[in-house]
Nanobody, 116 residues
Framework: QVRLVESGGGLVQPGGSLRLSCAAS????????MGWYRQAPGKQRELVAI???????NYADSVKGRFTISSDNAKNTVSLQMNSLKPEDTAVYYC??????????WGQGTQVTVSS
């Protein structure tokens, strides 16, 4: 069983920065894809950014140029550097790691609030 633990959320003013991190523990297999998703109140969960084991990345249009995803495949960790934050970035951010036939796993979520 893989357990994901997220850290780094909090309250930040518009224009500020935060860095989220997600570490895996438990039965560790080779991860195929790692990513970050977010869910704002009253909205569906949406993709923010993903990164493959080969280093390919994909971002939601709303965060391109402001957010950067990175990973350490040897440690099964993934991070999200968030710059130039906007109030509309406020949401609970979830880490997801995909292990192929070993399954997909989600973190518990970390709150990001952008407000003055």
């Amino acid at each position: 069983q893989v357990r994901l633990v997220e850290s780094g959320g909090g309250l930040v003013q518009p224009g500020g920065s935060l860095r989220l991190s997600c570490a895996a523990s438990g039965s560790i297999f080779k991860v195929n894809v790692m990513g970050w998703y977010r869910q704002a109140p009253g909205k569906q969960r949406e993709l923010v950014a993903i990164i493959t084991s080969g280093g390919s990345t994909n971002y939601a249009d709303s965060v391109k140029g402001r957010f950067t995803i990175s990973s350490d495949n040897a440690k099964n960790t993934v991070s999200l550097q968030m710059n130039s934050l906007k109030p509309e970035d406020t949401a609970v951010y979830y880490c997801k790691q995909e292990y192929g036939f070993q399954g997909d796993y989600w973190g518990q979520g970390t709150q990001v609030t952008v407000s003055s």
